[in-house]
């Protein structure tokens, strides 16, 4: 039997906003690997779809006015657009709330049913005596049980990071009116997920992908794996299986949608979906770095626990910066994939380049305008474009198309050795890697005809200098051939300029070391153009203007008595060491001296400073805080820090530890 499709699926965006540069990180080079592997000869299949299902939606909606379906519906048809518009093109872009998606989820919760993995059991669940009902997930904020900070219901966002069961946040209040919520008895179904330690650990050890989705999961494994309660009480969603009063939750059917959207495509497409999903398989998951645990713990155990075969591969992005900033809507760094970009005239290719030239996949990606700019003239124009329209411009000048003869073996072995180049980064998901291969051949190309100057050379050897053209055009034949994946709208201009007629996306990627054949080619025109200083400033001044605007929404904070205040017992103290806490890339655990004592401090700093930078720092304490215990460890104070990048309030001249503040 044959081997199965290579199945490519994205994670799938939420219909409770618009489009922004943080989705792009994943389907952008999610569709450039598709595009390559099918033109490696590889049969793909290229799923993705709206994830409709959820509390958000319902409080989005809510807000609104309209129905949750009517909202996804909306966000639905703009995600589609959106994603075409950037020229990444699915084989089925479907939607978890269809009918396809409720059967496939309601018939593996049932296999689950059946197979033993859930049971139901009493927990307590916040519920809001004053909307008068439960509250799942978000709308209910409070204190994480683990580290202390402020939370949502179903994640510690803003602190360890950990995934939350109802009813394991402290001190919930209820997002919607706000009011102080209670713990009632509620009846919930739980996924035996504790018992897949023993398949999980092996199976992540062999899994392909980015290590980082590996890593972080098998992290969170060898901690401890708890059971997942996967019901909620919502109208809006899929119908757990014999109750009319729960729906399954959103991370349970969102993934089964992969499943339900091959099914669509199968049935479309005249193909047999169980190929691949059933047994052994090469699916394939292009994700954010923040749904890791989903995916790579989550979703496996359901697929072994139903009977389906496992993911081959999951490819797990860095996260997004903007202007050096932590990606943040609230806070206007943003940069919306629309609004921001495409509406204003700017070729989808340009940003398709950046997000996949401008750092390893697994790396965090900064976007400025200036930046932006400069790597699109210096690497684009400079170098690709420049390099295109002087081999194209003086090959029909001087013949009208593309001369005869051979191509130097010297230039073949050259694009030999790019081709091996880029085949093992794109299969290893380093798209920069590839990306630099290829502007380095471009690069080759414009040191190779600067060198040899055919123009100088036609007035004493046209032979000679049609040869140089020839081998510049098989240079200029095998970057189109391998830009496509990246820039695939200017690859197809390229194409056509070379004098041919059809799709470049038609033809096979070692073609590119097929010699050129001498053909007649229409005059050449700049494939790319300069972004100049007066629209990046314009671009940037857009940014910069939200940024400030979003500023100026300062939240109303309480007024507190000057009685109030006294009580915080606020001291200098001195960093005697600082260590990090093992499995959390956040937490460092202080020992402080505060004078009267030493103190065991635990501060989410570690992505700030060194260990070894803090001993001995002078630094602000509140001391008199209810001791709280952080991923484990017991913690007896505040270490107090200002802004985004945790810059510690320190004492202006030498005091001693233990010194109050006031």
Not at 439 to 467: C, E, S
Not at 478 to 488: D, F, G, N, Q, S
Request: aromatic share 10%.
């Amino acid at each position: 039997m044959n081997s199965p499709p290579l199945l490519v699926t994205c994670g799938l965006p939420y219909t409770n906003g618009p489009c922004h540069l943080g989705h792009l990180r994943t389907y952008v080079p999610a569709d450039a690997y598709v595009r390559y592997m099918r033109r490696s000869g590889e049969e793909v299949v290229f799923v993705c779809g709206s994830d409709n299902h959820g509390t958000p939606i319902v409080v989005s909606a809510e807000e609104a006015g309209v129905s949750p379906r009517e909202l996804s519906e909306r966000y639905h048809r703009h995600f589609d657009e959106t994603f075409k518009r950037m020229d990444v093109l699915f084989d089925r872009f479907g939607m978890t709330d269809d009918p396809t998606n409720h059967h496939r989820t309601k018939t593996m919760v049932s296999e689950l049913i059946k197979n033993g993995f859930i049971y139901k059991q009493v927990v307590h669940q916040a519920y809001c005596t004053k909307c008068r009902r439960f509250l799942p997930d978000r709308y209910v904020e409070g204190i994480c049980p683990h580290c202390g900070t402020q939370a949502r219901g179903d994640e510690c966002d803003q602190g360890c990071g950990k995934h939350l069961e109802p009813g394991e946040i402290r001190d919930p209040v209820c997002k919607v009116c706000q009011t102080k919520a209670e713990f009632r008895d509620q009846e919930h179904y739980f996924f035996k997920l504790s018992e897949f330690k023993e398949f999980l650990l092996p199976y992540l050890e062999k899994l392909r992908g980015t290590s980082n989705a590996r890593n972080y999961a098998i992290g969170w494994i060898n901690d401890e794996l708890h059971d997942w309660c996967i019901t909620r009480t919502l109208e809006w969603g899929v119908k757990f299986p014999g109750r009319d009063d729960l729906v399954v939750y959103v991370w349970v059917d969102a993934p089964i949608g992969y499943i339900a959207f091959t099914e669509e495509w199968a049935k479309e497409a005249g193909k047999d979906w169980k190929r691949c999903w059933c047994g052994e398989n090469r699916v394939t998951h292009f994700i954010g770095g923040d749904i890791i645990y989903h995916h790579s713990i989550f979703w496996p155990a359901l697929l072994k626990a139903a009977g389906y075969g496992v993911p081959h591969a999951i490819v797990a992005s860095g996260m997004v910066k903007v202007d050096d900033h932590k990606f943040s809507k609230s806070r206007g760094y943003v940069v919306w994939t629309n609004d921001d970009y495409l509406d204003k005239g700017l070729p989808a290719d340009y940003l398709r380049y950046y997000l996949l030239a401008y750092t390893s996949h697994t790396k965090e990606l900064n976007f400025s305008w200036k930046v932006f700019s400069e790597r699109i003239n210096n690497e684009v124009v400079n170098i690709f474009g420049n390099f295109m329209y002087r081999t194209l411009f003086f090959a029909h000048k001087e013949w009208e198309g593309i001369p005869g003869g051979a191509v130097d073996p010297a230039i073949i072995a050259e694009i030999d050795t790019c081709l091996t180049t880029v085949d093992g980064y794109m299969r290893e998901y380093e798209f920069k890697g590839a990306v630099d291969a290829i502007m380095t051949l471009a690069a080759f190309g414009n040191t190779y005809i600067q060198t040899n100057a055919p123009w100088k050379l036609i007035k004493t050897d046209r032979t000679a200098a049609a040869q140089v053209i020839k081998n510049c055009i098989q240079i200029a034949k095998a970057l189109t051939l391998l830009i496509e994946p990246v820039m695939p709208a200017k690859a197809q201009e390229c194409w056509k300029q070379l004098g041919c007629s059809d799709k470049v996306a038609d033809h096979q990627i070692a073609e590119a070391a097929y010699p050129v054949r001498e053909t007649k080619i229409n005059a050449p025109f700049p494939l790319f153009s300069r972004m100049e200083e007066d629209q990046v400033k314009e671009l940037d001044a857009l940014l910069q203007k939200r940024v400030a605007g979003a500023n100026k929404k300062v939240e109303k904070i309480p007024v507190v008595t000057f009685e109030e205040f006294q009580k915080l017992d606020i001291r200098t103290g001195k960093v005697l060491s600082a260590e990090p806490i093992p499995k959390s890339n956040k937490l460092l655990k202080l020992q402080v001296d505060i004078g009267s004592e030493t103190r065991q401090i635990v501060a989410g700093i570690q992505q700030f400073y060194k260990p070894d930078e803090l001993a001995g720092r002078e630094i602000v304490v509140v001391t008199n805080l209810a001791p709280a215990k952080i991923f484990g460890v017991e913690s007896n104070g505040m270490i107090l820090a200002a802004g985004d990048f945790a810059s510690l309030l320190v004492p202006l001249r030498p005091v001693d530890p233990g010194t109050k503040i006031r």
